[in-house]
């Protein structure tokens, strides 16, 4: 089922829009599949995000002008390789367009036949189980088969820069006597 999401026009400037969603720090995650071949491909998103615990699902956004996400798709499968803060080679090569984005990229194949990249923080294997059409992207709903953590701390993406934790601390909570 296809449930399509279009707003009514709100005079929303897109430049202040993405000033101001880019206070949101983000994580930095790669959605990654073999193709038919065995070719690896992916993208990197930073809208990945648990959506259920029971039935556990995830979910992540991807532009609908995506060269990737239409063989994604009909393979039915993916891992989200939430990257690490040693991972920003590896989130710049999978941005690329029109060349081999894995050249140089170490992985294995995960259990239900994708790639988990070396390094990541996390990698969650799942089945694409919907998709909604939301403006000028498509909402992608993820079944979770598999998952394994690390204790690597996790890539952030905020206001154009690429960090981690660290770089964003909140401050120490005050006592009132």
Known sequence: ?????????????????????????????????????GKPMGFVVGTFMSLSLEPPLVTFCVDKGSSTWPTLRSLGRFTANILSTEQLPVSRALSRKGVDKFEGIDYEIG????????????????EVLSEVVAGDHYMIVGGVETMEATER?????RGGK??????????????KA
Do not use: H
């Open 1 to 37: 089922m296809s449930i399509i999401v279009t707003p009514q026009n709100t005079g929303i400037d897109p430049a202040e829009y993405r000033k101001v969603f880019g206070a949101l720090p983000t994580g930095v995650t790669a959605i990654t599949g073999m193709t038919a071949a």
């Open 111 to 126: 259990a239900n036949g994708t790639p988990r990249i070396a390094g990541a923080s996390a990698w969650i294997d799942c």
């Open 153 to 157: 701390e996790a890539l952030l993406f």
């Open 162 to 175: 690429f960090g981690d934790f660290n770089l964003w601390p909140a401050p120490a909570p005050t006592e």
